[in-house]
């Protein structure tokens, strides 16, 4: 299983993370770790979303970054392949 | 600053629509919609209205299909709005522009399980491209504008607004602003050109694999000036079906599970596949590790995710094909790949010999192909019927040939049906329609009826669920189960019940004549052509095989 963590900038909008998380689902990734920091000024969230799957992340990237209410999807150059028991 | 007149929210949603051009919409009225509805009263847009919300939905596809504008369909809350979901779900999968607006309990009660209440937003995530649910009348024609933005934007989809009870009634100034700008969504267009060009040079058996995304982009001028310069080979996909010249000299027909043999093989002994708006589904490729083992990828795409989603593309040219088709443009050395592609095409033709008295319905949907007036619009259903009609029907447009590619949604038929006969009242349009398929939205012979649409059905009728009862026989041992349908209505009387001319036949000698009758008739009219119910659609790529390794009718 590969793990990743992606750095997305999002519309905070009610209905954001729903959509966020549906998608991560049913493109086949598991959510290990999730934190989400509402910014002051603007209307913009920050989320830090930590996933695990055997697909490719770019799958995960692509498919996220269409969505109308995420505005930038960043892969954390930091991921590493592991390997999972 | 002067306020504009107050309007109620129900009355901005109709002059948004008007924006944006929207001249008819399809729906049915519940409670929790009841202000829209009232608006309507007062609006220019026309209503039609359906017998089932499934319906409404299918028929805003089918208006969206065949005239490329956005297709709107209305419901209320709770089961209207659930009834919507299989129509949204299929535009989603075929990538059609629908802006679904379904009435909500109003604010104080969400969230309290309210009579006819449901999170139609929750269940909408999965099958639409984007949903709102509107809190504020004053964001109401804004998020509306975004609406039709979104559901045309890019690779287009469904857009769903739900909207609370009281932002119906709520008054509010409306201004009439011109349609907010999307914040742009796509991203940048990025071309691997140079690549392709040097691929597609070099290429000795190239093949152009023409999917859905060229009718959706309005490409297919470009299509077809891009093949009259290079004369290359070309094969398309269900939905592709309509953008190649069917004239074509060396147009295989389509490929896949129900490809035809010479497009199959073709494709299976390309050295480069340049895939034109198309995602490799795995009803085209079959066993994806073996779909053209050979060839290098040219994709052209709007959509990114798509991009080595299924295959990699060793060029990949993302963005506009009027564009980007044009930049590939070049003449091409393969005159002994034409050849063979030329003998393929000819050596695999159609066999359309069917011997003994019953009517055989590829024949049957030949001639209706060669006897309907230009630029006819032709639905389908989904089962045998479907794939009869992509194999032996041809189109010059693909918005002549409407039918649920991905979603494979059996109860399409009908009411894309209306939907297209509404955007297009002067064109011809045919219902293709199995038995089984038929039954699914048959309350919509109603809207036929109330509107007096010349929509013309054609009911290939086997008393079966032919595709599942075929699929029975080849995978199941034989084990017929619940597909047989012998208790069937008895469809000229049913057809007649809604005013509609109906005749059934069953011998070949009564084809022609009642092709003909069917086309001249001024109004609706339905065709039952009953056929042996062994027939099967061939060829059949078995599940997990590659596609040169199809069965064959022997």
């Known amino acids: 299983m590969n793990q990743h963590t992606l750095r997305i900038t999002a519309h905070n909008q009610p209905t954001v993370l729903e959509r966020l998380l549906q998608v991560t689902r049913y493109r086949g990734f598991s959510v290990t770790g999730m934190t989400m920091f509402p910014s002051n000024e603007s209307n913009l969230l920050d989320i830090e979303l930590s996933v695990s799957s055997e697909h490719s992340i770019e799958h995960l990237n692509h498919q996220l970054s269409k969505l109308f209410d995420i505005n930038d999807v960043v892969i954390d150059g930091k991921s590493s392949q592991q390997n999972s028991a | ?554």
């Open chain 2, 1 to 554: 600053m002067v306020s504009e007149k107050k309007e109620t929210g129900g009355s901005v949603l109709f002059k948004v629509m008007q924006q944006h051009g929207v001249e008819h919409v399809f729906g049915y009225p519940g409670g929790a919609i009841m202000p829209i509805y009232d608006a309507l009263y007062d609006s220019n847009i026309q209503h039609f209205l359906c017998r089932h919300e499934q319906g409404a939905a299918f028929s805003a596809v089918g208006y969206a299909r065949a005239s490329g504008k956005v297709g709107v369909c209305l419901a209320t809350s709770g089961p209207g709005a659930t009834n919507l979901i299989t129509g949204l779900a299929d535009a989603l999968a075929d990538s059609i522009p629908v802006v679904a607006i379904t009435g909500q309990v109003p604010m104080v009660a969400m969230g309290s399980d309210a009579f006819q209440e449901v999170d139609i937003f929750g269940l909408s995530l999965a099958c639409t491209k984007h949903s709102f649910q509107v809190r504020d009348v004053n964001d109401l024609a804004k998020t509306l504008h975004q609406a039709f933005a979104i559901a045309l934007e890019g690779r287009q989809g469904p857009v769903l607004v739900d909207i609370p009870k009281d932002i119906q009634t709520a008054e509010v100034e409306f201004a009439v602003a011109l349609a907010s700008n999307l914040a742009k969504k796509e991203a940048a267009p990025s071309a691997n050109l140079g690549t392709a060009l040097t691929l597609l040079s070099q290429a000795k058996s190239p093949i152009l694999y023409v999917g859905g995304g060229v009718g959706m982009a309005e490409a297919v001028p470009e299509l077809r000036e891009f093949m009259a310069a290079t004369n290359i080979p070309s094969v398309a996909t269900l939905k592709g079906l309509g953008a190649v010249n069917p004239e074509h000299e060396f147009y295989l027909g389509m490929l896949g599970m129900h490809g035809t043999k010479a497009a199959n093989i073709a494709v299976q002994q390309s050295d480069l596949l340049i895939a034109v708006g198309a995602r490799f589904d795995d009803r085209v490729t079959g066993k994806l590790a073996e779909f053209a083992p050979n060839a290098k990828v040219i994709h052209l795409e709007i959509d990114r995710a798509e991009i080595n989603k299924r295959r990699f593309a060793d060029a990949a040219i993302l963005g506009d094909l009027k564009i980007n088709l044009p930049a590939l443009t070049m003449s091409l050395d393969i005159d002994s790949w034409r050849q063979h592609c030329s003998v393929m095409k000819h050596d695999f033709a159609w066999d359309y010999n069917h011997p003994g008295e019953t009517i055989f319905a590829p024949a049957v949907l030949k001639e209706v192909s060669d006897l309907m007036p230009k630029n006819t619009v032709v639905t389908t259903d989904v089962g045998q019927h479907q794939m009869w009609a992509a194999q032996h029907m041809s189109f010059n447009d693909p918005s002549n040939f409407l039918t649920s590619g991905s979603m494979g949604t059996m109860g399409f038929g009908v009411p894309a049906a209306i939907g297209a006969q509404i955007s297009r009242p002067d064109d011809t349009v045919i219902a293709v329609s199995g038995d089984g398929s038929f039954m699914m939205n048959v309350q919509e012979l109603s809207t036929i009826k109330r509107f007096q649409l010349p929509v013309k059905i054609v009911l290939i009728d086997n008393e079966k669920l032919g595709m599942v009862r075929q699929w029975q026989d080849l995978f199941f041992n034989g084990r017929l189960s619940e597909t047989d349908l012998a208790d069937n209505p008895d469809f000229v009387m049913l057809a007649n019940a809604f005013d509609i001319k109906a005749k059934k036949i069953t011998k070949k000698e009564e084809v022609t004549q009642a092709i003909e009758e069917m086309l001249a008739h001024q109004g609706p009219y339905l065709l039952q052509v009953k056929i042996d119910a062994a027939d099967n659609v061939w060829p059949l790529v078995p599940p997990n095989t590659a596609n040169h390794k199809m069965m064959e009718n022997r």
